[in-house]
């Protein structure tokens, strides 16, 4: 038990005491102070929840976003209530995607057709690239 330590005291020495909520209680045998230790879970890393949030706020979709990051669409929508998020607004324009390699990024933006007509923003994702363009949806 040498990585617990006494919130109170420090002190790392402290015996099991029951079970309370699921979590080990432990008594410290210095001040004799009951607690509990946070309970271990999966952490994400920071880096995903940034990049979902950004996702979410360019208009691609809770599960769009999970395929995407590989994070499941329920923490993507438990994280924009948590962060307080606002949805984006519907307009008359919807985004898509590609993922893209440097190689084929820089390539994309040598023909200026590419970049006329459209919203556009590129973001990391990893190794890669991730562009999102907004067209106009089409009249008809």
């Not at 208009?59 to 993507?76: A, N, Q």
Request: charged share 25%; net charge positive.
């Amino acid at each position: 038990m040498s990585a617990l330590v006494c919130p109170k005291c420090n002190s790392p020495e402290a015996t099991k005491s029951g079970v309370i909520d699921g979590r080990q209680r432990f008594k410290c045998k210095q001040c004799g102070y009951h607690y509990t230790v946070a309970k271990v879970g999966k952490e994400i890393n920071s880096y995903y929840v940034i990049k979902a949030l950004q996702l979410y706020i360019e208009g691609v979709s809770y599960r769009e976003i999970e395929r995407l990051l590989g994070v499941s669409h329920v923490s993507v929508m438990n994280w924009v209530k948590k962060y307080g998020v606002k949805a984006p607004r519907q307009t008359d324009y919807h985004p898509t995607y590609k993922i893209l390699n440097q190689k084929e990024l820089a390539d994309f933006f040598q023909n200026p057709a590419n970049v006329q007509g459209a919203g556009l923003v590129v973001t990391e994702l990893g190794d890669k690239y991730m562009m999102i363009r907004w067209e106009r949806f089409k009249q008809g």
